[in-house]
């Protein structure tokens, strides 16, 4: 994904789960009582989850570190957010083999979301944001889909020979957890392999309705990947090929005619997982969080 415009304006699931998310888990992040907290976010594509929802989060003082692999994404977020003080955005890969030596052990924070799904080599991912912390401490919030229909539409897609050379590669696109019977315990091994020894992961069921055909397709347009290897000019009949498997899936609420109120249900499953490099210094922070009781087996 590299359009950062159509991601920006479709991205309401994504700022919905981000901002819920954030709110619920502002107080278990273990700001620095010096307020020189450095946050570093994984995957931040236009930039606007991670300026609406996190830097509002963060102390006057604190450095914000945007990060995505798309230097698309990277230039658009830098354009129109770079009147912001200490904050920058760039490039990187959170797949990488080697993490750039400035960023190495320099974040309190890393935060990360809707883009993990995105990466294949999951254990690679967690030791890189391993590696991203402090190494006297530090923690870090992920939050990325299990599972989505998407992916079940894609490999459907795939099948039919209009669009299959297209989709050679739709398992590079699939969350790495989608196949798992169990998402969580897969994701809380990886997270112990990598050296996060206090970590709570959640596996969040959830249902969001889109509100008309448009509505649907401006959404699978920001995220599809197959979309941009395509001539334009047959974007609408994927689009279009799109629906009528959703459709097929039983996944339309209602039996509306008009495009404009037919209403399409997403079930799919979010990790929600937040993790502390250092055994130290979290018992006095546990006492007061709110989440107390689901950290608790973290003590
Ligand atoms: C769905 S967007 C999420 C953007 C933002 N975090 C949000 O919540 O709106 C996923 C982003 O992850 C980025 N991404 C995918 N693979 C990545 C990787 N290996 N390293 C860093 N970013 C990656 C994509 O380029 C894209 O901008
Ligand atoms: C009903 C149905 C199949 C909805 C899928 C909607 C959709 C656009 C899901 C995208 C999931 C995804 C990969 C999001 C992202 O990375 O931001």
């Not at 700001?31 to 300026?51: T, Y």
């Not at 929802?53 to 698309?72: C, E, H, N, R, Y």
């Not at 090929?241 to 209403?263: A, C, E, R, T």
């Amino acid at each position: 994904m590299n359009q950062a415009s159509l991601y920006q304006n479709a991205n309401q699931v994504q700022r919905h789960d981000a901002k819920l998310i954030l709110e619920e888990f502002a107080s278990t992040l273990q700001w620095r009582s010096d307020g020189e907290d450095a946050l570093l976010d994984v995957g931040s594509g236009s930039g606007n989850v991670l300026m609406d929802f996190v830097k509002p989060l963060m102390p006057q003082g604190a450095q914000l570190v945007g990060t995505d692999i798309s230097s698309q994404m990277v230039g658009f977020a830098s354009k129109h957010y770079q009147t912001e003080e200490r904050t920058q955005f760039r490039v990187l890969d959170i797949g990488c083999k080697r993490l750039p030596q400035e960023l190495s052990g320099s974040f309190d924070h890393v935060t990360s979301f809707y883009c993990l799904h995105w990466v294949q080599n999951l254990r690679r991912a967690l030791g890189n944001i391993y590696d991203l912390l402090r190494p006297e401490g530090g923690d870090c919030l992920l939050v990325f889909l299990a599972s989505n229909p998407v992916y079940e539409v894609y490999k459907i897609l795939q099948l039919n020979e209009k669009w299959s050379a297209y989709m050679q590669d739709v398992e590079q696109f699939i969350s790495p957890l989608h196949y798992s019977s169990t998402p969580g315990e897969e994701f809380s091994q990886l997270l112990n392999e990598v050296g996060f020894i206090q970590h709570n992961v959640e596996i969040r069921s959830e249902v969001f309705v889109y509100e008309g055909v448009r509505t649907l397709k401006d959404n699978v347009k920001a995220i599809c990947p197959f979309l941009e290897r395509m001539p334009a000019a047959l974007h609408e009949d994927f689009l279009d090929d799109f629906i009528q498997i959703v459709i097929s899936m039983n996944l339309q609420q209602g039996d509306q005619h008009k495009d404009q109120d037919k209403k399409f249900i997403s079930p799919y499953k979010l990790v929600v997982a937040y993790a502390r490099k250092s055994p130290d210094i979290v018992n006095n922070v546990m006492i007061e969080t709110a989440h107390q009781k689901l950290l608790k087996g973290l003590n």
